[in-house]
């Protein structure tokens, strides 16, 4: 009998809630042939180099969620790198809610490219460029996936939010559980200036680290949430975009998104998806 699933269920019988979860407990390296490492439970690393990149991925699978993981992306040269970090479920309709980080030259800034797959259809894509040296330094990156919307954040800032467009006829991923997932690897075909800036193998290994992992979520057990069992809503699963944290939202977009699907004329002559419409 493991510990930490006895921590777990008495958690969840109380509020549905995890915190601060130690990362041999929540992750398990899934690739990577040492590539990924545990230190101390507190500190997670992924390398690539040129033989092979690495990933992991959550214990458990969750069914809404407010998740926060801080990552410290590769220094220097990352070029052709691309580090993932996405909720995803699994099969052929998979929902997905991504984050990648886009390395760059030395100096060049990298791009965070975000999407969201629902019923295996994605082509939802807004990236962005950070208001900060994203490798100088631990920040946070947060999904708040409820009910309502699935919120991207970036130290408490949100920069995207896609709501649920149901009504309008948009699936919204809510039907499947999803699990964390992150890898580190080499996609110079296509990463850094569409393809054009290749990965500097001298520079290799790379690394990026990730650490205080939190999550407020409902965990998904052998088809049960735990949110359903626990007889409380957990404030975060109707948890909308307050006045301040819309204005950062429109700050955010106005001075840092580099790239707007919706705003994509060229690529959607027929007309926008319907979700672009929503106010
Ligand atoms: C890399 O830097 C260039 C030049 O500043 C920029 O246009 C581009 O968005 C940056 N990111 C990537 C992934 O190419």
Request: glycine content about 8%; aromatic content about 14%.
């Amino acid at each position: 009998m493991r510990l930490p699933s006895l921590y777990f269920v008495a958690m969840f019988l109380i509020g549905s809630t995890l915190v601060s979860a130690n990362f041999y407990d929540e992750f398990d390296i899934t690739w990577g042939d040492g590539r990924g490492k545990i230190i101390n439970g507190d500190l997670l690393t992924l390398s690539l180099d040129k033989t092979s990149g690495s990933g992991f991925e959550s214990r458990n699978e969750y069914m809404y969620g407010k998740i926060d993981m801080q990552l410290k992306l590769v220094p220097g040269n990352s070029a052709g790198t691309v580090t993932a970090y996405y909720l995803s479920s699994k099969g052929s309709n998979w929902d997905e809610i991504d984050f990648e980080f886009l390395g760059n030259l030395s100096g060049d800034p990298y791009t965070l490219h975000t999407n969201v797959f629902s019923q295996g259809k994605g082509n939802r894509e807004q990236q962005f460029h950070l208001w900060f040296d994203p490798t100088a330094d631990f920040h946070t990156y947060s999904i708040l996936w409820n009910p309502k919307h699935i919120v991207f954040s970036v130290d408490g800032t949100p920069i995207r939010e896609f709501k649920n467009a149901e009504s309008i006829g948009v699936p919204f991923p809510k039907d499947q559980p999803m699990r964390i997932h992150s890898s580190l690897w080499n996609a110079d075909d296509w990463a850094t200036r569409g393809g054009l800036v290749k990965t500097d193998w001298t520079q290799a290994p790379f690394t990026a680290s990730y650490r205080n992992f939190k999550a407020e979520a409902c965990v998904v057990t052998s088809g049960k949430s735990s949110c359903a069992s626990s007889g409380n809503n957990p404030p975060w699963l109707s948890e909308d975009l307050d006045n301040t944290k819309q204005e950062r939202l429109r700050w955010a977009q106005k001075n840092y998104m580099i790239y707007n699907y919706c705003s994509d004329s060229k690529r959607f002559p027929q007309g926008f998806p319907p979700e672009c419409n929503m106010a």
